[in-house]
């Protein structure tokens, strides 16, 4: 099986759009996993009961409220690379 992969222009193109969506939900993953460990370990000080305390909840708000807004932001820049790739020709 020495034959090489031998792929035209279209195929290409579309490979390569693929690898960059798959990129970018990497990243928006790799970001929900950041964020969420980090409002948890700054927001939770210990677990001992079913319920929050009203200052770990007001945390909690405001810790999600910039996670919503950097998704938001990344979201954004994603969408906007993804135009440009696609008003290249690539």
Not at 38 to 61: F, H, M, Q, Y
Request: one cysteine or more; aromatic letters at 4%; charged letters at 25%.
């Amino acid at each position: 099986m020495s034959d090489s992969l031998q792929l035209d222009a279209a195929t290409q193109n579309e490979l390569q759009k693929f690898i960059a969506q798959e990129t970018a939900q990497r990243k928006v993953n790799e970001s929900v996993q950041k964020f969420t460990s980090l409002c948890w370990d700054k927001c939770i000080t210990k677990v001992n009961s079913g319920r929050l305390a009203p200052s770990e909840s007001d945390c909690l708000t405001n810790c999600v409220g910039r996670f919503l807004d950097a998704s938001l932001q990344l979201v954004r820049d994603v969408e906007n690379k993804r135009s440009l790739l696609g008003s290249s020709g690539l």
